[in-house]
Structures are given as C-alpha cells and as structure tokens.
C-alpha cells in the first residue's frame, strides 16, 4: 500500500485543538485539506506527521509552537495612539484588522488592548506560541 513521501499530493481530514482542549480549526462539513508533502504549503511539524501514513489512516499528534507558528515575539505587540484609528471603528479586543506599514505592505493584527489613549495591536500570528494537537484521518494520496 502506498504511504505519504515528499512531493505527493495528499488530500485529508483534520481537527486541530489547542492544549486546553478548545478546537480552533476542523475540516468537519468541508472538503478535504489537499497539499503536496514537504513543500512548505502548511506549518512544518504537519509535513513532518503525515510522512509514512497510507489511506484511510487515523493519528493524533501535537505540534510544538516552535514548528507550528513559532514564538510569540514581543516586538511585533506595540501601541498606537488611539486617534490614528479611524473613528468610525469600534476597536475591541480580539478584533482582526489591517495595518498598513510606512513601505505600503499590510499585515494582519489582533487588537491586545485599549485604553482610553492607545490600542494596543500584535501582529503574531493568532496561533503563535500555541502547541497544537490534530486528529487527521488521510483520504488520499495522488
């Protein structure tokens, strides 16, 4: 029977759960996730997890932060002053928005705090510093 290698395409069923138990993301009512294997198309320690499986297979396994979405790093948290938000935007905790940076690139931020003067913005990944556990079942290999 054929197991997953480098380069092969693969298509498969996931739920991924965080330490404490609560699941940030599942393939639960969709398609399949589909990638090639070691390619770099998803976090490095998932290449890694489906090498050698076969059709049909089932696994647990967890990924440490360091080959999932790495560290958090504090230098990508800063301020801003509140007034440099646009006023029309109700700036809350948790919410996601787009910063745009003095080159003209945008990076995705969560908003970690506001004060009356300052929002606090982090431009981490959301599931950076998180070790994360999947429950995949492969459906193929192509």
Same mark, same amino acid.
């Given at each position: 029977?054929?197991?997953?290698?480098?380069?092969?395409?693969?298509?498969?069923?996931?739920?991924?759960?965080?330490?404490?138990?609560?699941?940030?993301?599942?393939?639960?009512?969709?398609?399949?996730?589909?990638?090639?294997?070691?390619?770099?198309?998803?976090?490095?320690?998932?290449?890694?997890?489906?090498?050698?499986?076969?059709?049909?297979?089932?696994?647990?396994? #967890? /990924?440490?932060? $360091?080959?999932?979405?790495?560290?958090?790093? %504090?230098? !990508?948290?800063?301020?801003?002053?509140?007034? &440099? =938000?646009?006023?029309?935007?109700?700036?809350?905790?948790?919410?996601?928005?787009?910063?745009?940076?003095?080159?003209?690139?945008?990076?995705?931020?969560?908003?970690?705090?506001?004060?009356?003067? #300052? /929002?606090?913005? $982090?431009?981490?990944?959301?599931?950076?510093? %998180?070790? !994360?556990?999947?429950?995949?079942?492969?459906? &193929? =290999?192509?």
């Amino acid at each position: 029977m054929k197991k997953v290698d480098n380069n092969d395409n693969i298509s498969l069923h996931y739920k991924g759960t965080l330490t404490n138990g609560e699941m940030f993301d599942s393939s639960e009512g969709r398609d399949p996730l589909k990638f090639e294997v070691g390619v770099g198309q998803v976090i490095p320690g998932f290449d890694k997890a489906v090498l050698g499986m076969s059709p049909e297979e089932s696994k647990v396994f #967890t /990924i440490p932060a $360091d080959e999932a979405y790495g560290s958090v790093k %504090e230098e !990508l948290v800063y301020e801003v002053p509140k007034a &440099s =938000i646009p006023s029309e935007l109700k700036a809350e905790k948790g919410q996601r928005l787009v910063s745009n940076l003095e080159d003209g690139r945008q990076i995705p931020v969560t908003i970690a705090d506001v004060t009356d003067e #300052t /929002i606090t913005l $982090d431009a981490n990944h959301p599931l950076a510093g %998180e070790d !994360l556990t999947f429950d995949i079942k492969i459906v &193929s =290999i192509d």
